[in-house]
Antibody, heavy 120, light 111 residues
Framework: QVTLRESGPALVKPTQTLTLTCTFS??????????VSWIRQPPGKALEWLAR???????YYSTSLKTRLTISKDTSKNQVVLTMTNMDPVDTATYYC????????????WGQGTMVTVSS | QSALTQPASVSGSPGQSITISCTGT?????????VSWYQQHPGKAPKLMIY???NRPSGVSNRFSGSKSGNTASLTISGLQAEDEADYYC???????????FGGGTKLTVL
């Protein structure tokens, strides 16, 4: 059974750096073609894709947030980490990690999400 | 403003069929067969319903179907059931440096 679970702080202050961890099971990010993405959803708003990391460590970022995002993986721990610098109240959202299986172009399994509020 | 355009809401009675549209451009929906649809109930994570325009993942009811014509993709739900009431989002791979774009979401109400 494939599962993903996000973890991180529920509250961060403006200008701080957010670090989120996605811990997964049921698949390996060293499997050829496997990818994990981060997606966020502000309260009452639409989904927004943020970043992706591939099995071969290739990384992709949303153009609008590229300067603030870093994605990395620890294959031995089955974890993907996303950092976002210079947090702002507009970054308040539920952050999801999701798997993209090999040869797919869709997010087939999602974590339950973690709500992050940016406030002083 | 989302990159893909969806109607804000649709509704239907139990047993009826409804269609949700998702309009993009030749750089996303029209350029690739990489359109996917997600169902999201309140307070829950999105669930993949359709991938690659018209494919259903294992376990998804065959009442859900997808199609595409030009720059517009569509999700059709037949035999509406109360449990189908949710928000639905389309997504597409894009040739822009954004890589993936989502629609603004459509709230489905089962009357």
């Amino acid at each position: 059974q494939v599962t993903l679970r996000e973890s991180g702080p529920a509250l961060v202050k403006p200008t701080q750096t957010l670090t989120l961890t996605c811990t997964f099971s049921g698949f390996s990010l060293s499997t050829s073609g496997m990818c994990v993405s981060w997606i966020r959803q502000p309260p009452g708003k639409a989904l927004e894709w943020l970043a992706r990391i591939d099995w071969d460590d290739d990384k992709y970022y949303s153009t609008s947030l590229k300067t603030r995002l870093t994605i990395s993986k620890d294959t031995s721990k089955n974890q993907v980490v996303l950092t976002m610098t210079n947090m702002d109240p507009v970054d308040t959202a539920t952050y999801y990690c999701a798997r993209i299986p090999a040869s797919w172009s869709a997010f087939d399994i999602w974590g339950q999400g973690t709500m992050v509020t940016v406030s002083s | 403003q989302s990159a893909l355009t969806q109607p804000a809401s649709v509704s239907g009675s139990p047993g009826q069929s409804i269609t949700i549209s998702c309009t993009g451009t030749s750089s996303d929906v029209g350029g690739y067969n990489y359109v996917s649809w997600y169902q999201q109930h309140p307070g829950k994570a999105p669930k993949l319903m359709i991938y690659d325009v018209s494919n259903r993942p294992s376990g998804v009811s065959n009442r859900f179907s997808g199609s595409k014509s030009g720059n517009t993709a569509s999700l059709t739900i037949s035999g509406l059931q109360a449990e189908d009431e949710a928000d639905y989002y389309c997504s597409s791979y894009t040739s822009s440096s954004t890589y993936w774009v989502f629609g603004g979401g459509t709230k489905l109400t089962v009357l």
